[in-house]
């Protein structure tokens, strides 16, 4: 069985179902173009394990202990956002495209989706569920977490967009992602 395997190994859509076997056996034959982020270049196909492929130099398939390690350090301060709310409250955050990539570095198997959009009775408010889930070789692991937005706030995108983006990054900070920045006061 051949796969070509192109840009991104990393996005869950590219990934052939062979891929994500949770053992490391044999699974074929790669025709390899390009490794994300990388120079090498492989024309030849070569037979490798699931071990063997990578992504950003961290194996596709880890524990969920190994991973949940990973999420749990400090994210780099030159990474995290401050902005000043109307009250004049400072806070500290990490863009929801920042942790995105932070997922795809350290669990690069990970899936998230909406499970539901809901209006509050008098239309100001839309909540969204989000429910991200990561994928080790010894199980899955998923969270969930709402993000609320008004419909009336000025700003990046719409209500429902704001309101998905903040529940995205609550459900990675319940797997440890960024979690040091609730509790930094303390």
Not at 78 to 85: A, G
Not at 154 to 169: C, I, K, L, N, T
Request: with cysteine; proline share 5%; aromatic share 8%.
């Amino acid at each position: 069985m051949a796969f070509c395997l192109l840009k991104s190994l990393t996005r869950k859509s590219s990934l052939p179902t062979a891929l994500r076997l949770r053992s490391p056996e044999l699974i074929g034959t790669f025709c390899i173009q390009t490794l994300p982020y990388s120079t090498k270049r492989v024309k030849k196909e070569e037979t490798v394990t699931a071990d063997e492929i990578t992504a950003y130099g961290v194996p596709l398939s880890r524990p969920i202990s190994e991973i949940l390690k990973e999420l749990n350090k400090k994210v780099p301060d030159s990474l995290i956002r401050t902005r000043t709310e109307s009250d004049g409250f400072t806070l500290k955050h990490l863009p929801w495209h920042i942790v995105n990539r932070i997922m795809n570095l350290h669990a690069p198997e990970w899936s998230g989706e909406v499970r539901s959009i809901t209006y509050s009775a008098d239309g100001k408010y839309v909540t969204v569920t989000y429910r991200v889930t990561i994928y080790g070789t010894d199980a899955e692991l998923f969270r969930e977490s709402t993000g609320t937005s008004s419909v009336n706030e000025s700003g990046y995108g719409d209500p429902v967009q704001r309101a998905e983006a903040m529940a995205f990054r609550r459900a990675c900070a319940r797997f440890g992602l960024g979690l040091h920045l609730y509790h930094e006061e303390l």
